[in-house]
């Protein structure tokens, strides 16, 4: 029945892509055929977009508002948001991330990027960073975390058990909580 259901959702999400692109294709062709000066949209262009759905793929976001991708979905390229950060368990980012104000991610995400939040950064267990981490207020990272850059805090820093950074670690007022196991490269 699980198998079933997730075919289903699978389906839909496809009917959902490719009946539009079907549609604009047809309306080129006729567009075309009629002698009417119509081009193809640019898939290039990134959109205004403030939510990707569960599972989902997308390219590069920029948000004029805050940014929410939903659990397992894949943002190939960089997520630049005005306002908040938050991303599902399991979520992909294959760039940097840019947050107006409070970064959050879920368990198992995967960031092959930078962090830079305005206020706060919290991850879930199990996350990972391959850059730096810039944050405007408190910093904390979920159980076995990692982070293989350097993390630099306005507010206090706290890790949780098994966490690792391997760069250098600041925390602008001069706290840092370790959890059980939890390892840094230097504290500057």
């Known amino acids: 029945m699980k198998k079933l259901f997730g ?10 892509t ?13 567009a075309s055929s009629a002698g009417v000066g119509m081009s193809a949209p640019d898939t290039g262009s990134v959109t ?54 409070a970064f959050t991610s879920g368990d198992g995400a995967k960031i092959n990027g930078s962090v830079s939040a305005k206020a706060a950064f919290t991850s879930g267990a199990n996350s990972a960073v391959a850059g730096n981490v810039k944050v405007g207020a408190d910093f904390t990272s979920g159980a076995n975390s990692i ?9 206090a820093l706290t890790l949780g058990a098994g966490s690792r950074i391997l760069g250098s670690v600041h925390s602008g007022i001069g706290v840092i909580v370790y959890g059980a196991g939890a390892t840094v490269g230097s504290v500057n």
């Open 147 to 155: 982070i293989v850059g350097d993390v630099i805090v306005e507010g």
């Open 7 to 16: 075919f289903f959702i699978s389906l839909i999400i496809s009917a959902v």
């Open 48 to 101: 205004d977009t403030t939510t990707v759905a569960a599972g989902a793929t997308s390219g590069s976001i920029n948000s004029s508002a805050g940014f929410t991708a939903g659990a397992g979905s894949t943002i190939n390229g960089y997520v630049t948001a005005v306002a908040a950060v938050t991303l599902g368990t399991s979520c992909l980012v294959t760039g940097n991330v840019t947050a107006g104000a």
């Open 18 to 30: 490719v009946v539009p692109a079907i549609a604009s294709g047809a309306a080129e062709e006729s």
